[in-house]
């Protein structure tokens, strides 16, 4: 089966390197084509005649990925998931797309809320063979700033720095099972959407 994704990363980003890599995982026999639009104000205007092009290069339908709070944050800014989500069926109804045909997900609140849900693969990232670290589970992943939260984790027992674009797809790959990721509701939405479940 061949499907289209749609990132608001770059070419090479997190998101992308993580989502094909699970999809992947929760189907083999996926063919995927991704675009990336950079960045959230980028994906909710442009996605609509991105999903027509995936559409018409043959992917039987398009999932849209975005994470509910930008890399960046406002301070006080609220960004709001059923505002995205009109603007971008604002977006796809502009380019005439069945929208029987596109999934969304939106990740609350980033990436690395999924990639916190399994401390198994942390721990595995994390430890050296001299050292072996085993933090415990992480309550609530997607609550409080997931980003800031693995940076914490990574400076603590390993004096590194986080960087996504490296460390985030090594987390996916050390995922021994989808048994902890699958309790983060907007993975589960993912995963089904993968699935070709309740599309």
Known sequence: MKIGMIFECGPQGADRKVCEYLAKRIRPDLIIISETLDNKPNLV??????????????CERVIIVWDLYPAWREKGAKPCRKED???????????????????????????????LADNRAINKVLSRPTHKVNIKRQQKPERGNPKTRMTKLFKEYTGQTYRDLRHA?????????????????????????VADEEL
């Not at 205007?45 to 043959?58: D, R, Y």
């Open 45 to 58: 205007t442009e996605c609509g005649i991105v999903a027509s092009e995936l559409l018409s290069e043959g």
């Open 85 to 115: 989500r009109e603007d971008i069926m604002t977006s796809l109804t502009a380019a005439g797309i069945e929208l029987e045909r596109v999934a969304l997900v939106c990740i609350e609140e980033e990436l690395e809320a999924w990639l």
């Open 169 to 193: 797809e090594m987390i996916a790959k050390a995922m021994p099972d989808f048994q902890r990721i699958r309790k983060v509701e907007t993975f589960k939405r993912f995963a089904l959407k």
